[in-house]
């Protein structure tokens, strides 16, 4: 049998051979940086903020349940169209101005239709907008466009409010139940009735086809109970058959 010296010698042995396998096995494993999670795989998490400028044009690729943040800095006092368009499968924008997250839009209305967003901030703001792609098994892909921007008029801020209105609308449509959808008819009809007055052919279409991420009346009789219908819309707005 080893005596106490030669069993230490082999445990001590032994020992150097564990720390060393240890070793080789961290310097081939892949590098990471100190103190951050491990990278999401593909499909989840957020990307790297994509910064959008003025008269700017982007295609862009979403894996299924994947989002894509862009970021676009608005200037004070000016006007500007910033559009999502679908090519591929269902998108959903949610948007957050200066900070402040606002109602999220999503587009069922089929390939090739727009999620629109007109701003006029009044000050200087970061507008930012995580897109992401609503099928679960299906890439999403799509087109943002943003327009050429312009000093603002007084009639934009109007412009901005009501789409924002119909944005409001189709969130409640969404989420609501009967006695919530009254207040989403009252905001469709109101919106309706100033981009009719105003003379907004692209808006007007889009609330009647459901271009519009906001589809309008058409949309919502879809989901509400007749009886809710009846009262909310043909006796109180007399609305449906403004167009």
């Not at 008029?153 to 409001?168: S, T």
């Amino acid at each position: 049998m080893a005596d106490a010296p030669e069993r230490a010698r082999h445990t001590v042995g032994r020992l150097g051979t564990i720390i060393t396998c240890a070793a080789v096995l961290a310097l081939l494993a892949p590098p990471r940086l100190l103190g951050l999670p491990n990278q999401p795989e593909h499909g989840a998490g957020l990307q790297a903020t994509v910064p959008l400028a003025a008269s700017e044009t982007r295609k862009f690729q979403l894996g299924p349940g994947e989002h894509k943040n862009f970021l676009y800095e608005a200037v004070a006092q000016a006007a500007i169209s910033i559009s999502f368009v679908q090519t591929e499968e269902m998108l959903s924008v949610k948007w957050s101005s200066g900070g402040t997250l606002q109602v999220p839009r999503t587009n069922d209305a089929g390939l090739r239709s727009a999620i629109r967003f007109f701003l006029v901030p009044g000050e200087k703001t970061q507008e930012t907008f995580d897109i992401s792609c609503l099928h679960t098994h299906l890439s999403c892909a799509g087109t943002v466009t943003v327009s050429e921007a312009r000093a603002a008029v007084p009639a934009d801020a109007n412009i901005a409010a009501h789409e924002q209105m119909l944005a409001e609308a189709e969130d409640i449509r969404r989420h609501g139940n009967e006695t919530s959808w009254p207040v989403a008819l009252e905001k469709f009809r109101t919106a309706a009735e100033f981009f009719q007055a105003s003379g907004d052919g692209a808006r007007r279409r889009a609330a009647r086809t459901g271009d519009h991420p906001t589809g309008l009346l058409q949309n919502l009789q879809n989901v509400v109970p007749l009886r809710v219908v009846e009262s909310c819309c043909f006796r109180r707005f007399s609305v449906c058959g403004m167009f």
